[in-house]
């Protein structure tokens, strides 16, 4: 029933490994994004996709590549894991392509709190 | 100006008090505000979204401002469940909708 779910909920790994985290969504939403919240509690806004394509790109290390094979699901893989890359990486989903009272509503992951040692 | 700013807090309150929180924006081409709450090591929660002429959901009123660039959360009679962080999210694009969330305002309600 879980209308966002992401995997796995906590991951630990050594800094230089490669790791991804998986976010699908069955809300029918055409459009995903992931956000990093550090340690401070900011939460910011990394990638987005609509409908398979990439509409947010924000400054972001190039070692974070995001992958979205179709509107249900949108996976982030991470290259050469830094420590600062430690904290809670959230999924979501919303609808953005009709207009309403529900348009761009972001319904979030339970998060994957990655730590790198 | 900050994209999205919001006063950190916390906000220490008894029970039943009335309190209210503001959130200021640089873009005055923002379309889209929404208010959302997030609890302790928990994801965001949609609390409700802004609209231009104020929109009310049960003990929680939300305002915008566009004049002064800022939206505002008003919670009536708070309860105890009511603590947890208070994040605004404003669409600083304009329209094409790119999310920037506030830090978040902390409300602790107590006995």
């Known amino acids: 029933d879980t209308a966002v779910s992401q995997t796995p909920k906590y991951l630990v790994t050594q800094m230089g490994n490669d790791k991804s985290i998986k976010c699908e969504q069955n809300?029918?939403?055409?459009?995903m994004y992931w956000y990093k919240q550090d340690s401070k509690k900011f939460l910011k806004i990394m990638f987005s996709?609509?409908?398979?394509?990439?509409?947010i790109n924000e400054t972001v290390p190039n070692r974070f590549s995001p992958k979205s094979p179709d509107k249900a699901h949108l996976n982030l893989h991470i290259n050469s894991l830094e420590l600062g890359d430690s904290a809670v990486y959230f999924c979501?989903?919303?609808?953005?392509?009709?207009?309403?009272?529900?348009?761009?509503?972001?319904?979030f992951g339970p998060g994957t709190r990655l730590t790198v040692l | 100006r900050k994209e999205v700013e919001q006063d950190p807090g916390p906000f220490n309150v008894p029970e039943g008090a009335t309190v209210a929180f503001n959130c200021t924006y640089s873009?005055?081409?923002?379309?889209?505000f929404f208010w959302y709450r997030q609890d302790c090591r928990k994801e965001p929660k949609l609390l409700m979204s802004?609209?231009?002429s104020g929109n009310e959901d049960g003990r929680f009123t939300a305002q915008l401002n566009r004049a002064s660039q800022y939206i505002s959360l008003l919670i009536r009679d708070s309860k105890l469940s009511d603590s947890a962080t208070y994040l605004c999210?404003?669409?600083?694009?304009?329209?094409?909708?790119?999310?920037?969330f506030g830090r978040g305002t902390s409300l602790i309600v107590h006995p």
């Open positions: 979501a989903s919303s609808s953005r392509g009709k207009a309403g009272p529900n348009l761009n509503e972001q319904f």
């Open positions: 809300l029918g939403h055409d459009t």
């Open positions: 996709y609509n409908n398979k394509e990439l509409i």
């Open positions: 873009n005055s081409a923002s379309q889209s």
């Open positions: 802004v609209y231009s």
């Open positions: 999210v404003v669409d600083r694009s304009g329209g094409s909708y790119i999310p920037t």
